[in-house]
């Protein structure tokens, strides 16, 4: 840029040396002579001081050394969407194609073109797109009114993330002129909302929006949102975002919402978003929650809060009560959950036992860390949990006959399944008891015997195994029991309480406690 200033210049975004700020002040700072732009970086370690100069307020920064002073001509204020379009997906002519000549008829006259190919050929490649990723290309504006529409109307996906943009007027500028626009993603550019709030039909057709480190507040998400009528995808990450208001004309289509840390959210604001009718997938990693609470839900009911929710990430939080678990089981429509790295699901040695726990407490769950959790893992998991806690039951008033329950208000509230889990498979009986390691059911050795049906001339072997043995580690010891290798062997089981149906043990990868394992099956081997 030159070194002549324009009252506009303020607020505009604009690039330097790479870095992103925006335009505070525009005039002179004297001593020294000359224009200067004072910007307010993006990256405050990138500034120098608040915007202040020796003594003088210029701009005001929201950090301290958020700020700089600037000559004009070392700003880049960016280019128009359409030349940031041709720069990125026109292919090039060499010069001989350059140069050929063509005879075209303009009315009742022949005409001599140059280039006229070339022409053609730039803007057929540009009607033809429909995904198009102008990522950190500095797109500060619309550019030349109907251009966009006329050069690439087909558009349907626009990646605009970390450019220059600075107010929602440019976007719209763009919007406008991509009718059938679907998905748009603005994330990392700062955002001045319009003059003007009517915008009927300008992202009429847009199904995804993606908003991540904008700075939007939530007032101005559903600004947004009543802009698009058919949003099915927003994604506000990173944005430290106060939930203050409840939708109530507006999200009412959307299926995800993402709002992955924005460290001010808590559990009272969640429930002002509760009742989005459509709403399918949440995501809230990283926003520092502990807890959740569905209040109109008894034991063993279910909330009436996020109706259509099926899958939440609740990854990077704070979870470190079992409580949590127990209320994502109010959910009526929840299948699936992530809740890595979390203080009660650290990735240590008890890790396939919280596994367990949390199956066991959540009984709608279908796939949990993005592992689906088949049959065999969830009666396991159960079976378990209900011998786990089974001790506990009987202090706290359980008792084989349900008619003889009394079961305290406390052991429910810890153990909401528990009394299904005794319906599902029957109240533990004193023999199951008496053997009872709480939190080490993972370690307890099976007694199984060892058959090899294809060699009659082998003996049957009994042998203890820790049920947490991987079907790879019995191999490995068959391996060198029997002179065999690994990759021959083919193991099976059969349970005496169902004589002749054989399980194939066949992920190596898994445990004899995940195939449901039980003392007294019979490990058949084959080579």
Same mark, same amino acid.
């Given at each position: 840029?030159?070194?002549? *200033?324009?009252?506009?210049?303020?607020?505009?975004?604009v690039e330097?040396n790479?870095?992103?700020?925006?335009?505070r002040?525009?005039?002179?700072?004297?001593?020294?002579?000359?224009?200067?732009?004072?910007?307010?970086?993006?990256?405050?370690?990138?500034?120098?001081?608040?915007?202040?100069?020796?003594?003088?307020?210029?701009?005001?920064?929201?950090?301290?050394?958020?700020?700089?002073?600037?000559?004009?001509?070392?700003?880049?204020?960016?280019?128009?969407?359409?030349?940031?379009?041709?720069?990125?997906?026109?292919?090039?002519?060499?010069?001989?194609?350059?140069?050929?000549?063509?005879?075209?008829?303009?009315?009742?006259?022949?005409?001599?073109?140059?280039?006229?190919?070339?022409?053609?050929?730039?803007?057929?490649?540009?009607?033809?797109?429909?995904?198009?990723?102008?990522?950190?290309?500095?797109?500060?504006?619309?550019?030349?009114k109907?251009?966009?529409?006329?050069?690439c109307?087909?558009?349907?996906?626009?990646?605009?993330?970390?450019?220059?943009?600075?107010?929602?007027?440019?976007?719209?500028?763009?919007?406008?002129?991509?009718?059938?626009?679907?998905?748009?993603?603005?994330?990392?550019n700062?955002? !001045?909302?319009?003059?003007?709030?009517?915008?009927?039909?300008?992202?009429?057709?847009?199904?995804?929006?993606?908003?991540?480190?904008?700075?939007?507040?939530?007032?101005?998400? *559903?600004?947004?949102?009543?802009w698009?009528?058919?949003?099915?995808?927003?994604?506000?990450?990173?944005?430290?975002?106060?939930?203050?208001?409840?939708?109530?004309?507006?999200?009412?289509?959307?299926k995800?919402?993402?709002?992955?840390?924005?460290?001010?959210?808590?559990?009272?604001q %969640?429930?002002?978003?509760?009742?989005?009718?459509?709403?399918?997938?949440?995501?809230?990693?990283?926003?520092?929650?502990?807890?959740?609470?569905?209040?109109?839900?008894?034991?063993?009911?279910?909330?009436?809060?996020?109706?259509? *929710?099926?899958?939440?990430?609740?990854?990077?939080?704070?979870?470190?009560?079992?409580?949590?678990?127990?209320?994502?089981?109010? %959910?009526?429509?929840?299948?699936?959950?992530?809740? %890595?790295?979390?203080?009660?699901?650290?990735?240590?040695?008890?890790?396939?036992?919280?596994?367990?726990?949390?199956?066991?407490?959540?009984?709608?769950?279908?796939?949990?860390?993005?592992?689906?959790?088949?049959?065999?893992?969830?009666?396991?998991?159960?079976?378990?949990?209900? !011998?786990?806690?089974?001790?506990?039951?009987?202090?706290?008033?359980?008792?084989?006959?349900?008619?003889?329950?009394?079961?305290?208000?406390?052991?429910?509230?810890?153990?909401?399944?528990?009394?299904?889990?005794?319906?599902?498979?029957?109240?533990?009986?004193?023999?199951?008891?008496?053997?009872?390691q709480?939190?080490?059911?993972?370690?307890?050795?099976?007694?199984?015997?060892?058959?090899?049906?294809?060699?009659?001339?082998?003996?049957?072997?009994?042998?203890?195994?820790?049920?947490?043995?991987?079907?790879? !580690?019995?191999?490995?010891?068959?391996?060198?029991?029997?002179?065999?290798?690994?990759?021959?062997?083919?193991?099976?089981?059969?349970?005496?309480?169902?004589?002749?149906?054989?399980?194939? *043990?066949?992920?190596?990868?898994?445990?004899?406690?995940?195939?449901?394992?039980?003392n007294?099956?019979? %490990?058949?081997?084959?080579?």
């Amino acid at each position: 840029m030159s070194d002549t *200033l324009t009252p506009d210049v303020i607020g505009r975004r604009v690039e330097v040396n790479g870095e992103h700020a925006t335009v505070r002040f525009a005039g002179v700072v004297p001593p020294v002579a000359g224009p200067w732009l004072g910007v307010e970086w993006d990256n405050p370690e990138r500034g120098k001081h608040d915007g202040s100069h020796e003594g003088t307020v210029y701009f005001k920064c929201r950090h301290p050394t958020g700020g700089s002073f600037v000559r004009p001509n070392k700003v880049n204020f960016g280019t128009d969407f359409l030349t940031a379009i041709k720069n990125r997906y026109v292919l090039e002519d060499g010069p001989e194609e350059d140069r050929k000549e063509q005879i075209v008829t303009l009315g009742n006259k022949p005409v001599e073109t140059v280039g006229f190919d070339s022409l053609m050929k730039q803007q057929s490649q540009l009607s033809k797109l429909q995904e198009v990723s102008l990522r950190n290309c500095a797109v500060s504006c619309a550019g030349e009114k109907g251009g966009v529409a006329e050069a690439c109307p087909n558009i349907r996906r626009v990646d605009l993330s970390k450019n220059l943009l600075s107010s929602w007027d440019e976007v719209i500028h763009i919007a406008d002129q991509l009718r059938h626009l679907e998905v748009l993603n603005l994330s990392e550019n700062k955002l !001045k909302f319009p003059s003007g709030s009517a915008l009927t039909g300008t992202f009429s057709a847009l199904k995804v929006l993606v908003l991540n480190q904008t700075g939007i507040t939530w007032a101005e998400v *559903l600004r947004c949102a009543a802009w698009c009528p058919g949003l099915e995808e927003l994604y506000l990450e990173s944005n430290n975002i106060v939930i203050s208001e409840r939708p109530t004309d507006v999200l009412q289509t959307v299926k995800l919402l993402d709002l992955s840390s924005n460290q001010l959210i808590d559990e009272n604001q %969640l429930y002002l978003i509760a009742h989005l009718p459509r709403l399918e997938q949440l995501i809230l990693s990283d926003i520092g929650i502990s807890s959740i609470h569905f209040p109109d839900a008894g034991i063993g009911c279910k909330t009436s809060m996020f109706p259509s *929710l099926q899958y939440l990430v609740v990854n990077d939080n704070q979870i470190s009560q079992w409580s949590f678990f127990n209320e994502l089981d109010k %959910l009526p429509s929840l299948r699936a959950l992530s809740c %890595l790295r979390n203080p009660l699901t650290k990735e240590d040695k008890e890790a396939n036992m919280t596994r367990q726990l949390i199956i066991a407490s959540i009984g709608q769950l279908k796939t949990l860390n993005k592992c689906e959790i088949l049959p065999k893992e969830r009666r396991t998991a159960e079976l378990d949990y209900r !011998k786990a806690f089974g001790n506990e039951w009987k202090q706290a008033g359980g008792h084989q006959d349900p008619d003889k329950n009394r079961l305290s208000e406390e052991f429910l509230r810890a153990h909401p399944r528990y009394q299904f889990l005794c319906l599902k498979y029957g109240a533990p009986e004193d023999w199951e008891l008496k053997t009872q390691q709480p939190f080490m059911l993972k370690n307890q050795l099976l007694t199984l015997k060892i058959k090899y049906p294809d060699q009659l001339d082998q003996k049957v072997l009994e042998k203890q195994l820790p049920g947490s043995m991987t079907i790879q !580690k019995v191999k490995g010891w068959l391996s060198r029991l029997l002179k065999v290798p690994v990759s021959d062997l083919l193991l099976s089981y059969e349970s005496p309480k169902e004589p002749g149906i054989e399980i194939k *043990l066949e992920n190596d990868l898994q445990s004899l406690r995940f195939y449901s394992v039980e003392n007294e099956d019979c %490990l058949l081997v084959r080579w």
